[in-house]
């Protein structure tokens, strides 16, 4: 072991997040990543003191669950974060087999799957009192009369949310289908597609989107963060690749005022739409794990990965919250990506930028700032190794702490399965 186990003691990392590892090892605190990879690019961090084989939670989800249990079962090992979609679910649903060994910071089950089933979500904010788009039943519409948007009822498609799953197995469907006033969708394909009766939200005409990150105890926030998207991987939309530091009392404020009425615990990663028309902050989903966008926030100062240490290993009281406003940040392999798009993607909602000016834009926003997520001068390895996956094994999900397919998905953060998205004419679409 090195010696940072010795001063400080383990944390496990389920997953190649560079950031979370980078920010515990500059603590002193000896990092344990586990991967199905041996290869996964923050591996090669001076920060990751060692690299665990594990199963894939794709393949089988209680053997994962079985080998972070394992691991979490060794004296050295304090807490676990939880980066990857599967992890809250995994963590809640089991708490108390990993409990035995470590300290978690986790909602309860059926707090999560309240935020997990975004119709209960949706029940959620409006007995709070706080704005977000109307949700029903994709089986409970008869015909559309305003745009729509059709998207999974759930964050995890499982076993404890829905029949015909076994506790091996899961699913995340992040399929959606932009709907006009009129149109009549294929139900029966529908169904198929999603594997699970998904929902239909009314759309949004979105000014900006918009990032909140907390992390709660029992209701109580102890760090909030917020951040702009400015740019995302695409120009039709997508997950964000260039975003800055904000803040705004109302924001804050709804946000709040939503994670207090649930008495939340833990990470929350919620993602916003500014109404266009309203000025509102409508809520989209919460994540309950660190977030895509997590590199930007560190940068910013808000350190969530030693803020969840603190907690999980009973010393909150030595969290301190604040972070520096308007500090951009990119993703540079995203910003190539949003580049590209301009001549590889086609969109029947967005107009297409000028290569040119996007060329500009991009380039002379690097030069005005130049901090990115991975590529750092004192710990040039991950990066590089991350450019070889991106370039060569464009099949692997898990390549990095952000994959390429984080990116093309669109929306939150961290390791998830490609997936289409239908984008029906006729709408005014931005920023999802």
């Known amino acids: 072991m090195s010696k940072r186990a010795h001063a400080r003691g383990s944390v496990l990392v389920p997953s190649g997040n560079y950031t979370c590892v980078r920010s515990l090892g500059e603590r002193g605190i000896h990092t344990v990543m586990a991967s199905e990879h041996d290869d996964t690019p923050a591996a090669s961090s001076r920060f990751c ?9 794709k393949d089988d989800l209680v053997a994962y669950k ?7 079962a060794r004296p050295d090992v ?10 809250g679910y995994v963590f809640s649903k089991y708490r108390d087999e990993f409990e035995r060994y470590v300290d978690l910071v986790v909602p309860d089950f059926e707090t999560l799957r309240r935020v997990h089933d975004r119709k209960l979500l949706y029940e959620a904010a409006v007995e709070a009192g706080v704005p977000m788009p109307r949700t029903r039943l994709f089986s409970e519409i008869e015909s559309f ?42 139900r029966d394909e529908i169904f198929a ?22 992390l709660y105890d029992h209701g109580e926030p102890l760090a909030t963060f917020q951040h702009l998207q400015i740019r995302g991987n695409s120009y039709t939309g997508g997950g964000g690749v260039y975003r800055t530091s904000v803040y705004d009392p109302e924001l804050e404020s709804v946000a709040r005022k939503l994670l207090g009425h649930i008495e939340w615990h833990g990470l929350a990663c919620i993602e916003y739409l500014k109404d266009a028309e309203t000025g509102e902050f ?4 919460i994540n309950p794990r660190m ?11 808000a350190d969530f990965p030693y803020y969840y240490w603190l907690q999980a290993t009973g010393q909150k009281h030595r969290i301190e919250p604040g972070y520096e406003l308007g500090v951009g940040t990119h993703y540079l392999w995203g910003e190539l990506g949003y580049v590209m798009s301009v001549r590889r993607d086609d969109s029947p909602l967005v107009e297409r930028p000028s290569f040119l000016k996007t060329v500009w834009e991009v380039a002379s926003s690097i030069y005005r700032e130049p901090r990115f997520d991975l590529a750092r001068l004192d710990d040039p390895v991950p990066f590089a190794r991350y450019v070889h996956h991106a370039l060569f ?7 990095a702490e952000e994959s390429t397919a984080d990116h093309d998905r669109g929306g939150d953060e961290s390791e998830e399965p490609r997936t289409g998205i239908t984008l029906t004419p006729g709408l005014n679409f931005r920023g999802r």
């Open 49 to 57: 003191d060692e690299l665990v084989r594990i199963p894939a939670p």
């Open 66 to 72: 079985d080998a972070l249990v394992g691991i979490a």
């Open 78 to 87: 304090k807490t676990v974060i939880p980066t990857r979609p599967e992890d």
């Open 145 to 186: 009369d305003e745009p729509s948007i059709i998207k999974p009822r759930y964050n995890v498609v499982a076993g404890e949310y829905v029949d015909g799953y076994d506790p091996h197995e899961y699913d995340i469907v992040k399929s959606v289908h932009h709907v006009r006033p009129g149109d009549r969708p294929d």
């Open 193 to 214: 597609e999603m594997k699970h009766d998904p929902i239909v939200q009314d759309y949004v005409p979105t000014e900006d989107k918009f990032m909140f990150a907390a």
């Open 282 to 285: 409508k809520l989209i989903e």
């Open 291 to 301: 977030w895509q966008s997590l590199p930007s926030t560190v940068r910013a100062g």
């Open 393 to 399: 094994n464009r099949g692997d999900d898990e390549g």
